[in-house]
């Protein structure tokens, strides 16, 4: 059961990982100017970059998405490290 809790909080982590690097090449191939696709990513993206700015306060606004990223990485590794492969036992 815990291998199942696992394995979703891993696919969750990087399905907002993913997310965020299409928030950011969407932000790069349109200026920043919104649209219904890019207030998808916003909406789902900016909850995250909120804790990392209160977290960081140091970083500057052109970091945030980078050390977002960075973070989700730096937790999945940490689950993978800690509790394994996350993959249920056969």
């Keep these: 059961m ?3 809790i696992i394995l979703i909080i891993n696919y969750s982590l990087s399905f907002i990982m993913w997310l965020m690097v299409g928030r950011f090449v969407l932000e790069l191939f349109t200026g920043g ?3 219904f696709i890019l207030n998808f990513f916003v909406k ?6 909120k804790i990392i700015r209160k977290t960081m ?3 500057g606004e052109k970091c945030v998405p ?6 989700i990485i730096i937790i999945r590794m940490a689950i993978i490290i800690l509790f394994g492969t996350g993959m249920p036992k056969q």
Aim: hydrophobic share 50%.
């Design 66 to 71: 980078f050390l977002s990223v960075l973070s």
């Design 57 to 59: 306060p140091f970083a």
């Design 44 to 49: 789902f993206t900016d909850p995250w970059y």
């Design 2 to 4: 815990t291998a199942w």
């Design 33 to 35: 100017k919104t649209n």
